[in-house]
Nanobody
Framework: QVQLAESGGGLVQAGGSRTLSCAAS????????MGWYRQGPGKQRELVAE???????NYGDAVKGRFTISRDNFKDTVTLQMNSLKAEDTAVYYC???????????????WGQGTQVTVAS
């Protein structure tokens, strides 16, 4: 089993910054993509940002230019630096990872429990 532990959520003022971190642990042979999704009130879950094992990144249109994702392959962690936060960034942020739990075993999607980010306007 694989666990994704998120940290860094909380209340922040509009225009401020916040950093989210996620650490993967458990039965891990290889991690492919790692990243963040979010779900705001009354909205569907959407991509925030993802990073591949080789460092390639993909950002949701709503956060391009404001958020930066980074990854430490040795520590199996992913970090999301959020700047210039807006009220519409308020959401539960979920860590996501595509993990190969053992050699020759198919990779699966794993999700964290979510961390709330509230941006006060």
């Amino acid at each position: 089993q694989v666990q994704l532990a998120e940290s860094g959520g909380g209340l922040v003022q509009a225009g401020g910054s916040r950093t989210l971190s996620c650490a993967a642990s458990g039965s891990i042979f290889n991690i492919y993509d790692m990243g963040w999704y979010r779900q705001g009130p009354g909205k569907q879950r959407e991509l925030v940002a993802e990073v591949t094992s080789s460092g390639g990144t993909n950002y949701g249109d709503a956060v391009k230019g404001r958020f930066t994702i980074s990854r430490d392959n040795f520590k199996d962690t992913v970090t999301l630096q959020m700047n210039s936060l807006k009220a519409e960034d308020t959401a539960v942020y979920y860590c996501h990872a595509v993990v190969e739990p053992g050699r020759g075993i198919s990779a699966y999607d794993f999700w964290g429990q979510g961390t709330q980010v509230t941006v006060a306007s």
